[in-house]
């Protein structure tokens, strides 16, 4: 495969780097893009030095197969035509395209085979918190339709790029130093702090990182499913977790939906109240998995079920999704038949 990853050295781009070199992918060429500040820079991949080129209206893209783009949406959409004019796959990670008709978005252990028909060759990654939460509530439709989920998301200072990670950190040493802290990258100081708004709100008071889950969940799952989210910034540096409470058409069993969360691809199960056990941020930063535990029925509705999950927002949330994405393509032959 000639591989091409666009905004390489964002937090997402280099993410894109080490699931690469983790992921059984044969990679005949890679190349690198990013701005003409990155332009220059370079990156070791599996032995070899690669040099960042600078993103042009050219004809760069003319021998790969497929593209990963993580430079934001304007990006993505002004680059998109020069990226796939030769018949590249385009695996955005932007907002740019997701809710656009002809362009799926997609979850492999939800529903890959959208990927199949992608008529402009962008194939759309989906928003982090939405990722996670749909690998899961997936294993429990198998059982009964979901008719309503209530989600409260508390996402880690990555979700806002190398630059929350940094802000983070630096509050942390500068609160402990007995200074105050800087506030840049966030619009509140985030150490010792919860901030409920992710993204700029809408007409409706929620925000669009709220709306996004209603959107894209109902797109993934092709459902009716109604989603009312709350989504809140804490101060964890890396690895999102999320309180979901779930409404089905009819009753289920706990045990049931326990051994439904325990076969269901790309889950791990953590889950024993007894011995303390259940999913926590600090243990599953940097791997792979969605992980659930603390499933209980919801005392307010006999057709309600309530659980914690737990995944990693840079990794399962953004590069390995789309890098999944692209190994399905592999195995359904899409580039043989180029």
Not at 322 to 333: D, F, M, N, T
Request: net charge negative; charged share 25%; glycine share 6%.
């Amino acid at each position: 495969m000639n591989i091409a990853i666009v905004g390489v050295s964002g937090a997402v781009g280099q993410e894109f780097l080490r699931v690469l070199s983790e992921r059984d992918l044969k990679i005949k060429n890679l190349k690198l893009f990013g701005s003409a500040r990155s332009a220059g820079r370079k990156y070791t991949f599996r032995n070899k030095e690669y040099e960042v080129l600078e993103l042009k209206h050219n004809d760069d893209f003319q021998d790969i197969d497929i593209a990963f783009t993580s430079a934001g949406g304007g990006i993505s959409q002004e680059f998109a035509e020069t990226i796939t004019k030769h018949g590249a796959i385009m695996i955005d990670n932007s907002n740019a395209f997701r809710m656009e008709q002809d362009v799926p978005l997609v979850v492999p252990e939800v529903n890959g085979e959208d990927a199949l028909s992608a008529p402009r060759k962008i194939i759309a990654n989906p928003n982090c918190t939405t990722i996670q939460m749909v690998v899961a509530l997936n294993a429990i439709e198998k059982l009964s339709h979901i008719k309503r989920v209530h989600v409260a998301t508390y996402q880690a200072a990555s979700g806002a790029g190398a630059r929350g990670i940094e802000e983070l950190i630096k509050q942390t040493k500068e609160l402990a130093e007995g200074k105050d802290a800087s506030v840049e990258k966030f619009a509140y100081q985030l150490a010792h702090n919860l901030i409920p708004q992710i993204d700029v709100f809408m007409d409706n008071d929620y925000t669009k990182e709220e709306m996004k889950m209603y959107n894209e969940t109902r797109k993934i799952m092709h459902s009716d499913i109604q989603v009312s989210a709350t989504c809140v910034r804490v101060p964890v540096t890396r690895a999102h977790s999320e309180a979901i409470w779930v409404e089905t058409e009819q009753p289920i069993e706990i045990e049931e939906a326990k051994e439904a969360f325990k076969n269901a691809p790309g889950i791990v199960w953590q889950d024993n109240p007894a011995e303390q056990v259940y999913p926590m941020p600090l243990y599953i930063a940097e791997k792979d998995p969605v992980y659930v535990g603390r499933v209980r029925e919801d005392l307010t509705n006999p057709c309600g079920l309530t659980f914690w999950c737990v995944g990693d927002q840079i990794k399962k949330g953004a590069a390995l999704n789309a890098v999944q994405i692209a190994q399905y393509l592999i195995e359904k032959g899409v580039f043989s038949k180029k």
